[in-house]
């Protein structure tokens, strides 16, 4: 730059658009993908600015839209489950809500199931009929599904693992009600992760998740994404693009790095929950334990049918004798082990469902679903299990 030009022009117009171009031409690339923290994009003209927005052209004109490293995250996230387009989000609650009203409109009805993390079920049961929409709760797995089927029902949404009670979904039968009446099957894989199961090939239109939880796995970022056909993507993209819920450039990058030890991590918990279950099972002061990978669960043969291989998830949630007083007292004794409202970070952490994740749920409501007052979720960690169960043995002990 000219040294005849002001200090503050200096500064401003260095190292910007114009290097990184230089940079783009050269012969070499970063191995690993930049964070693209820039709002907006530089033209040399208006005919290239029209040629990217008609798409004749690749670039990227505002980040609320498209962005270099979301793009890139999104071609992680197609690898991992297999579909045709990704999206990443702010936050799971956006992929959800953004997904729905993508599908949906003013006299439309949604079919739900009873139990949901409890943020999605105060949306569905409280929110979403300022826009017109009907909602009806069901248990998917123990009612006639298609009985509640009306006219206009557009949505049939469900978990592939459901929180906290680890209810195993059976997908392929709910995917053929759903298209059989030209429903969509909207499905949140957030406890299952792609490692587990894949809900695009069992049936469903849309494989949801909060990144936050597994597939960023760190506790350090915040974030959602939504899988689908083409099609449906094109659908939602334009709700995203609408609502500006877009995930950030440096989340999305944080979620790149995360998603490329997905499978180990996954593998690993669940190696984790699967002996964590089994100990838990076996202990007087434990009443019931609500594990898949377990073969007394309800849902152990469904798991085995459904899922990509016998592990069974990093969840799993359990009644602690004595009610709410003992659980209270349980987590206060696990002084190694945190109680987080949040799951799927590195270590091994304790949430208490009717205070936490379903806070929302009215007494009434939790006794329908079967979360008790002395309900514990785990979310189990990759430490050493010999350290996890020592913790746990040792809790129960001084109860």
Request: some cysteine; hydrophobic content about 40%; proline content about 4%.
């Amino acid at each position: 730059m000219a040294v005849d030009k002001s200090m503050m022009t200096r500064l401003t117009h260095a190292g910007g658009s114009d290097f990184v171009k230089k940079v783009q031409r050269g012969v070499s690339v970063p191995q690993v993908a930049p964070i693209y923290m820039s709002s907006v994009f530089a033209f040399d003209d208006v005919a290239s600015l029209d040629a990217v927005y008609e798409q004749e052209a690749d670039g990227y004109v505002y980040s609320r839209m498209s962005n270099p490293g979301i793009d890139a995250l999104c071609e992680v996230l197609c690898a991992a489950e297999g579909s045709e387009g990704a999206l990443a989000f702010s936050s799971g609650m956006a992929a959800i809500v953004t997904t729905i009203l993508a599908h949906v409109q003013a006299g439309d009805h949604i079919l739900a199931h009873t139990v949901l993390y409890g943020g999605v079920y105060t949306y569905l049961k409280e929110e979403i009929s300022r826009f017109g929409v009907e909602v009806d709760f069901l248990d998917m797995l123990h009612e006639n599904v298609e009985a509640h089927i009306k006219p206009n029902t557009r949505v049939i949404y469900t978990e592939t693992i459901s929180n906290p009670l680890m209810e195993v979904m059976d997908l392929p039968m709910l995917s053929r009600i759903a298209h059989a009446h030209r429903c969509k099957l909207i499905v949140d894989n957030t406890f299952a992760t792609p490692v587990i199961a894949r809900p695009l090939t069992l049936g469903a239109d849309v494989s949801i998740y909060s990144t936050t939880k597994y597939l960023g796995g760190h506790s350090d970022l915040i974030g959602g994404a939504v899988m689908a056909s083409r099609e449906t993507i094109e659908r939602i993209r334009s709700c995203q693009v609408q609502y500006g819920c877009i995930m950030s450039p440096f989340d999305a990058w944080l979620l790149t790095r995360s998603l490329r030890t997905l499978e180990v991590r996954v593998l690993r918990h669940s190696e984790n929950a699967q002996r964590v279950a089994e100990y838990l099972e076996q202990h007087p002061k434990i009443e019931r334990v609500y594990y898949p990978g377990l073969s007394s669960s309800e849902y152990h043969q469904k798991a085995i049918e459904i899922f990509r291989g016998r592990h069974c998830g990093g969840m799993l949630s359990a009644d602690i004798a004595g009610g709410a007083e003992a659980a209270c007292a349980f987590i206060d004794r696990c002084k190694g082990i945190k109680f987080v409202p949040s799951l799927a970070g590195v270590s091994t952490t304790l949430s208490y469902p009717a205070k936490t994740s379903h806070r929302g749920y009215t007494p009434e409501e939790l006794k329908r679903a079967g979360i008790s007052a002395g309900q514990i979720r785990f979310s189990i960690g990759l430490e050493d299990p010999t350290d996890i169960l020592g913790e746990f043995d040792r809790a129960l002990a001084n109860l």
